[in-house]
């Protein structure tokens, strides 16, 4: 979104900057969105290095995204929500008049939209030293506020609650990515997410995980399917990458052998059109309203399996 909404005849939060949840002319931003389309421009632009700038997103677009991203921080918990800040108390979900969705009357902060933000805020910082620079001491405040809600919001057996998917594993991959981006990798928190995925793997070498979970808040095992099992390599090789092994050298071996099972399970599973076949519901709103992402079985094992790459070479 290219320009700020005027707000003459109604009340919204600034979008200039933004990516919505859809098209652009949907025009209401969303953190997560704008924090993946960052990610996503980022990457863009070191594919296609040899580009002529006048085809890059400018500096000025990508700082107005940044700008944006930082208005979302909740200032009671430094969490980050979802269209919104949070302007009320729970008290109001007393006048919640949905049958299917919980938590709708107040935006609060969760975990898969604070590390979105954390994500791409640390890849806007790599890009070059002006934007490693760009209002930096306060990027410094919030990231760290960030971090500690993140903490916060992590179980004791390493888990993280997933609100927009199914649901732990869901939940704990956005865990681990904000840990690791902030070079935390080498940390308690990874370690027992680590410990918490390994011991989730089924005995075919595949992660599943109901949509019982999110309505229930405790793991609820499913039957392997490539959805939890791409987010589940995912976390286990960026913890690898980031070091966890060197936090807690036990970790090795249990780590790499469950991401060679789950590779297998990705390869064996694999249809002849280079497809996976969807496992149970995997999307989720507001606790118990599922939603089926196609595009889901399809592109995380894909990434997954790229990314295993690099480590089943050593």
Avoid at 118 to 130: M, P, V
Avoid at 194 to 209: A, I, P
Wanted: charged residues 25%.
């Amino acid at each position: 979104v290219s320009t700020q909404s005027t707000g003459d005849y109604y009340y919204r939060h600034p979008s200039k900057g933004a990516w919505p949840f859809s098209t652009r002319a949907h025009g209401w931003p969303i953190s997560d969105c704008t924090s993946e389309g960052l990610k996503g421009a980022l990457a863009c632009e070191v594919i296609g290095a040899e580009a002529s700038s006048d085809t890059l997103i400018s500096d000025r677009r990508l700082q107005d995204a940044i700008d944006i991203i930082m208005t979302y921080q909740n200032g009671d918990d430094g969490g980050f929500p979802t269209y919104e800040l949070k302007r009320a108390g729970e008290w109001l979900e007393q006048l919640n008049p949905a049958e299917c969705f919980a938590r709708i009357m107040v935006d609060y902060s969760y975990c898969e939209l604070t590390s979105a933000c954390i994500q791409a805020i640390c890849a806007f910082r790599r890009r070059n030293e002006q934007c490693a620079a760009y209002r930096r001491t306060e990027l410094d405040e919030r990231l760290a506020r960030a971090l500690q809600f993140m903490k916060i919001r992590q179980r004791d057996d390493g888990s993280a609650y997933g609100s927009w998917a199914v649901c732990f594993t869901y939940g704990t991959w956005f865990a681990v990515e904000a840990f690791c981006s902030l070079g935390q990798a080498r940390s308690d928190n990874v370690a027992r997410a680590v410990r918490f995925l390994v011991d989730k793997q089924r005995d075919d070498g595949g992660w599943g995980e109901s949509w019982l979970a999110c309505l229930l808040g405790e793991y609820y095992d499913a039957a392997s399917a490539p959805e939890c099992t791409g987010w589940a390599l995912l976390s286990l090789v960026h913890a690898y990458e980031g070091g966890v092994v060197d936090f807690d050298a036990s970790l090795e071996e249990p780590l790499r052998l469950a991401v060679h099972r789950g590779v297998r399970w990705c390869i064996e599973n694999q249809l002849p059109n280079g497809d996976w076949e969807m496992g149970p519901i995997c999307g989720m709103f507001n606790g118990s309203a599922t939603i089926n992402y196609s595009v889901y079985s399809k592109a995380f094992p894909t990434w997954a399996l790229a990314e295993a790459a690099r480590i089943m070479k050593e």
